[in-house]
Structures are given as structure tokens and as C-alpha cells.
């Protein structure tokens, strides 16, 4: 990757990571997995079927796989979804593109 | 569906629904879809991602449905990303498995 | 739905449908989703992630809805993932899709 | 990482990359990445609605990070949906899950 284009904020990237072996309840791998992206520093929004991170690709790609190291010590089987939404040379959409679409519809939505 | 059951509002879904024929700016066409989803009177949240929808199998299926039905009108591409998280019996996770994730982690993290 | 538009088999789905609350083997219950698509007489591809089928909108929905109330039966969490492609008026997109990538590269690729 | 948990290709990803730039034929770029996933020399399975890969955590990462190189040299604004099965130390299951599959339904399913 050019260090340039790894300068600009242009991924969103949404994830959920789940064990697949510890029964129905899974908050408690969870909850790690939201510790070290609120520590991680970069912007991002918790819902509840998942988490957006803003980044650069190395930004976000270091967040999941720290997620992902640290349930692997524990966790047999982890399934994992991932969706990337890139943009060249937008930064700011983590919420950009929720005002962007209230101004649109023309009227305030639900987003918390 | 047994009726029983599909009068409890146990599934979340989150959904995105994206033209392909239709250049680089969608913004248009899922501020529609956004309408719907906020006229169906489902509780929902909206995030940079998708938006997650709370209701019985019959109520969340109608909403995307009519979304599809709305966008296929003037887009003959559609791409189409569903996650369910299905948990018999339990209904409030819209706001339930955020609170319960901040508790865990033991401090408020990001979600609006 | 109009119903012309619902006579032409242009959707692809390709999902997959998990239990949470069965442990790290979850063959059984797959099985139960294959036997259930294997029977519907629509056309499908299994693949190690998922499988994907082609029909009607309403023929796709009505296999993975049986799917779900089978597996509802006896699992108390279960998650599920869908993805669809839908191209105005394209039908035998199962085989062609793949077929047109080859011709593109060049050479056969691997598919089974 | 720990090396050693490196060396085992334990993960199964299936991922599908796609430019929302480029109107509704997108076949051209799919192709490149399909080239660039052949010439790697790691086990894969292409599917009508993407690929799914065989390998280590970086094996697989790294195919993807090479198709999306490619993809952002022309392509403006780009959508990517991952879904990775990590199961320890088990390897083969390209081919593996699907066998599997079939010995519990108890006959031949569609896969090519």
C-alpha cells in the first residue's frame, strides 16, 4: 500500500466476532473485544448487531486482528463477519453518512 | 410459524441495501429505504453501516421486503447484506445488549 | 409484488444459519437446513461458508424461512447471515456468474 | 501471533469485492481478483456469490489485502463482505465441511 493512500481515514469497517463455543451467552468475550476498541483509540460506534470503526485500512485491520488474538486464547471456534465500506479520499463518514441521510429523509432519526 | 411465537419481538436484524447500477453516490435511494423503515414504526437504530431492526420474524421481514419492493422500482442491480441474531423469548435487545456490554466492560463506550 | 416480476428467478441468496447454544459442532443441525434445500427442487450450490441458491424472490425466501423454523425448533439462539444478488430479468446466474469470471481470466478456476 | 499458531491453516474465509463505481457489470474487476486469488497458490473455492479461502490468518489476509490493492487503483468507492470460521487447529475443511455435510444428510448435495 502506498503511505500516502494508508494516511486518510477512508474505511469504515464493521464487525461482530463470536465464539461459537460457549453457548448461547457470549457477552463476557464480547465485552473484551470492546475494551481494546475503546482503547484503541480510533473513532468508532458500538450497535447492537456490531461495531464501526473509522480508519485507515492499517488502523482498522490492527484493531480486528488484536480482537481476534486475544479470543483465540480462550476460544476454539470464532466466526467472524466483516463489511468494508471504502471511500477515496472521505474521511469523517463514521458521521458523515448518518447526517448526510437524516438531511436526505429531512427529518431526524433514530441512531442511538 | 406457530402465531405464539411470532408475536414476540425476538429477532434483531440488520440490513443494507445498495444499488450497483447507480454510480459511486446511493445516498439517494437509501434515504427511501430509510423512510420506510422509519414509518413502519418498528424501533430501529440507524448506524453508518446499516440499521438494525427489533421485531417478531413476520414485522422485520416486511420492512426489508418493502424497502426491496421500493428500490426495484428504478434499480436493476441490488446488493443486499442481512445479519439476524435470533434469541427465543427475548425481546429489548435494540437497547438491552448495548447496556449489558457497557456493564460488562464497566465504563460507557461509544454508540451514538 | 407484481406478479410477472415474481416469475423470474433472478435473486441469488447465498446464507448461512448457526445455533449459538450447541457448541462448536454444529453439523447436525446444518444437515437438517441441506436436507430441507436439497428438497425444495430449487436450483443450489453448497459451499464450505454457505450455499446459494436461485429463484424468485419469493422461492428463496420461502427455503430459508423453512430452514429457520426447523432450527427454531430446538435452538434457543441462532444467528444468520444472508447475502443476495439481484439482477433485473437475469436468470441462470447459479452457473453463469462463474462461468462469465472464467472466460474473463482466462482459465478454469476451482468451483467444486 | 504466536508462530506456531501461524503455521496452521486453520482459517476459512470467504470473501467478495465489489466496486460501487463501475455500473452493474462488474466482471472485469471481479476477474482481477480472481487471478490475483489463483496465482496465490493457496487452496480456494470459488462460489457464485464469492470466494472462500483456505490458510493461516496472514496466508488469507494477505490474498485479500493483494486483491483490494488492485481494486483501489481504479476504483473510487469499494464494498467488501468477509466472513471468517476459525476452528483450532483443524485444517482440510475446504473440503472437509462439505463431506462432512454430506455423510449426515446421507446423500450427494449440489456443490459445483
Do not use: H, W
Request: contains cysteine; glycine residues 8%.
Amino acid at each position: 500500500m502506498s503511505q500516502e493512500a494508508d494516511k486518510t481515514r477512508e474505511v469504515l469497517l464493521e464487525f461482530s466476532m463470536t465464539p461459537l463455543d460457549k453457548g448461547a451467552s457470549v457477552s463476557t468475550y464480547v465485552a473484551r473485544s470492546l475494551d481494546i476498541i475503546d482503547r484503541s483509540g480510533l473513532p468508532y460506534r458500538l450497535n447492537p448487531m456490531g461495531t464501526v470503526l473509522e480508519g485507515t485500512c492499517s488502523e482498522v485491520q490492527a484493531v480486528v486482528g488484536d480482537c481476534f488474538e486475544r479470543m483465540r486464547q480462550d476460544c476454539e471456534r470464532i466466526s467472524i463477519g466483516i463489511k468494508i465500506d471504502y471511500r477515496r479520499g472521505r474521511e469523517g463518514r463514521l458521521t458523515g453518512k448518518i447526517e448526510s441521510a437524516q438531511a436526505k429523509v429531512g427529518r431526524p432519526l433514530r441512531t442511538d
